[in-house]
């Protein structure tokens, strides 16, 4: 079965900024990347309120739904914890509440706002596709693990 994911690029126009968490060096996946905040789908879950769960617990910052809009798609083949695969829808929120701060610290080392123009290098791959493809109006789609 496929693994349904959701990632949100929380992205401050006045101050060009992005909501960014870095992976903590003990995590399975992506361990002391940078990432998109985000995460899997519990069951009978719609897509959007996975973003907005998953933001609100690793960031405290609340979105709506229905004010989220659709960035990019990552499909990939396989992951660590999808061997069947895995497809993340990823949303952009331009309109927020709360204060960020990291609300996982079990799981991630820091929560921050980065420039847009200075996103660390060193970035889980399919959401640094995806955040590239934001920021440049570039590809909406990316396929990884994927021949041909």
Avoid: C
Wanted: glycine fraction near 10%; aromatic fraction near 6%.
């Amino acid at each position: 079965m496929t693994l349904l994911v959701a990632t949100v690029i929380v992205h401050d126009r006045t101050s060009d900024t992005l909501l960014l968490i870095q992976r903590g060096r003990g995590n399975a996946f992506g361990a002391g990347l940078w990432d998109l905040p985000g995460g899997k789908r519990e069951p009978d879950e719609p897509v959007t309120e996975t973003a907005v769960r998953e933001v609100a617990e690793e960031t405290g910052v609340r979105l709506r739904p229905e004010a989220l809009e659709v960035a990019h798609l990552v499909h990939g083949r396989t992951a660590t914890t999808a061997p069947d695969g895995f497809l993340t829808v990823v949303f952009a929120a331009h309109e927020w509440t709360g204060t960020p701060r990291n609300r996982e610290p079990e799981k991630h080392a820091r929560v921050e706002w980065v420039p847009a123009s200075r996103v660390p290098a060193a970035f889980v791959p399919g959401s640094r596709a995806a955040l590239d493809g934001y920021l440049g109006d570039g590809p909406r789609l990316t396929l990884r693990g994927w021949s041909g």
